[in-house]
């Protein structure tokens, strides 16, 4: 699509799924823009998350509002500023905020994270010093504060938030039990260090926990659940204190 003076792109919700995301669910279409703001922002990345699922879905998660028919898709960005009437952006700073997917958007500024200009866009913001790294610091480091003698269990601790509460549950001290489905992402955990590396859908899975468990000369006290707040150790009930979902 060429653009168009005045307009912008921007990707739409066009169809509520019916099961697995299709790419016809997903449309694009022209806008126009607000002109009337003091930043004009030209989004570079976002962050596709898990989250995104519950926005289209008549229920689940109700801590954010969820997309209807027609509703413009929004997610966590990284923008550089092109225009700016404020004196406090200039041109060429990075901005961090939850944008609507459009290839411009005017803004004002409020809620987004200021980067200096770079030639090199500060990606960390969008993961480790970002939403997902928030997460995992909140529920390890605010919430379940391991000490030296707990064990910790970390369910798909390959993914964004699970691979940051796992090193955050290590470096205080604890004993670390990690899984994960897929088996590179089984060889990627042992690669950075993890010991106890579980496959939770195999067979022996909840055997193994407990050979782990009994091994151990502490309890398991904290569980660090993925995002979707499945419940990850049904096998290991009685060892558990609380559960903490990241």
Same mark, same amino acid.
């Given at each position: ?78 923008? *550089?500023?092109?225009? #700016? ?9 990075? $901005?961090? %905020?939850? @944008?609507?997917? !459009? ?41 379940? *504060?391991?000490?030296? #003698? ?9 993914? $964004?938030? %699970?691979? @940051?509460?796992? !090193? ?41 926990? *407990? ?13 660090? $659940? ?21």
């Amino acid at each position: 699509m060429t653009p168009v003076a005045g307009l912008v792109e921007q990707l739409f919700l066009r169809r509520m799924p019916q099961g697995p995301l299709q790419p016809d669910d997903i449309g694009l279409r022209s806008a126009a823009i607000d002109r009337r703001k003091s930043l004009r922002l030209e989004p570079h990345y976002f962050s596709v998350d898990p989250y995104m699922r519950n926005r289209m879905q008549p229920e689940g998660y109700d801590y954010i509002a969820r997309w209807q028919t027609g509703s413009v898709l929004s997610g966590w960005a990284l923008a *550089r500023v092109g225009e #700016s009437q404020s004196p406090m952006w200039q041109r060429g700073d990075w $901005a961090l %905020g939850h @944008l609507p997917m !459009q290839t411009m958007v005017e803004h004002d500024g409020a809620g987004l994270i200021r980067y200096p200009a770079s030639a090199e866009p500060p990606l960390a913001g969008l993961h480790p010093l970002g939403m997902t790294g928030f997460t995992a610091w909140l529920g390890v480091c605010r919430i379940g *504060r391991p000490l030296a #003698s707990d064990t910790v269990l970390v369910g798909a601790a390959a993914g $964004a938030v %699970g691979s @940051l509460a796992a !090193q955050w549950a290590r470096r205080a001290g604890a004993q670390v039990i990690v899984t994960a489905g897929r088996r590179e992402k089984r060889e990627w955990l042992k690669a950075v260090g993890f010991e106890h590396v579980l496959d939770h859908r195999a067979p022996d899975y909840a055997e193994r926990l *407990r050979e782990i468990y009994l091994m151990a000369s502490r309890s398991i006290s904290r569980v660090s $659940a993925d995002r979707r707040s499945r419940s990850p150790t049904p096998s290991c009930a009685p060892a558990v204190e609380w559960c903490c979902a990241g």
